[in-house]
């Protein structure tokens, strides 16, 4: 069955710096993999996904992560911080017709 | 419409009432999913439309849940007999299903119907 870790349930930058949020999964089928966003009191919105191709998935606001089969890894970056990144980012794998998530990372950015 | 549609926004209801939560998907999107987040427990799916068939509700916590989703449209989410634990933001997502394997693409979701059981 598939499944993702997120590694840190609040992580906590300075503006302009790297944003780094991990995520595991485990899948026995190749994965499709999703980061979402979720500012407060909104539902959730796609910030990329992997599903073939290019490891390298460059998303919305910035953000990009990478696909690493040898790691089982799909973590999600950002060069530098802006104030507006504060929010709860989800981790996701598809599986069984639905996607399933991780606990999520509270990003918080710092003045 | 333009987006996934949930309503109520928020609810307050009683230990012991029966609650219906509606969500109404964007158009022509085949699947639709319900995940309920409560506070540091992330995303808990427990159901999913293909259609108005539903292939996995395993998600779903006990049997006071049910959900049912009509004209390959709408879908209610139906508590009954509400407990205090039941307190929850109920998230809705539909998707563009393709050959019967879900979740394959990305999920749209609605904004979510905030439960309280007091």
């Known amino acids: 069955a598939q499944s993702v870790t997120q590694l840190g349930s609040h992580v906590s930058v300075s503006e302009g710096a790297l944003v780094l949020l991990r995520c595991n999964y485990s899948?026995?089928?190749?994965?499709?993999l999703f980061w979402y966003v979720q500012y407060p009191n909104q539902g959730l919105q796609l910030l990329l996904k992997?599903?073939?191709?290019?490891?390298l998935v460059k998303g919305i606001n910035g953000f990009e992560a990478e696909f690493k089969k040898s790691e089982t890894s799909f973590h999600l970056t950002k060069p530098s911080a802006h104030m507006s990144d504060a929010a709860e980012y989800f981790c996701?794998?598809?599986?069984?017709?639905?996607?399933?998530f991780g606990q999520g990372t509270e990003l918080s950015v710092k003045p | 419409g333009a987006g996934v549609s949930q309503s109520p926004s928020n609810k307050v209801t009683e230990k012991g009432k029966d609650v219906e939560l509606r969500c109404d998907p964007i158009?022509?999107?085949?699947?639709l999913y319900w995940y309920r987040q409560s506070l540091g427990q992330g995303l808990e799916f427990l159901i999913y439309?293909?259609?108005?068939?539903?292939?996995?509700k395993s998600g779903l916590p006990s049997d006071r849940f049910s959900a049912e989703r009509t004209g390959g449209s709408v879908s209610t989410l139906t508590i009954q007999r509400t407990q205090q634990e039941d307190s929850a933001v109920y998230l809705c997502?539909?998707?563009?299903?393709?050959?019967?394997?879900?979740?394959?693409?990305?999920?749209?979701f609605g904004e979510g119907s905030r439960l309280t059981v007091l």
């Open positions: 439309f293909q259609g108005n068939s539903a292939p996995d």
């Open positions: 997502a539909s998707s563009l299903g393709t050959s019967g394997t879900g979740a394959t693409g990305e999920l749209f």
């Open positions: 899948s026995s089928v190749p994965p499709y």
């Open positions: 992997y599903t073939t191709g290019a490891t």
């Open positions: 158009s022509g999107h085949t699947a």
């Open positions: 996701a794998v598809a599986g069984g017709g639905k996607l399933i």
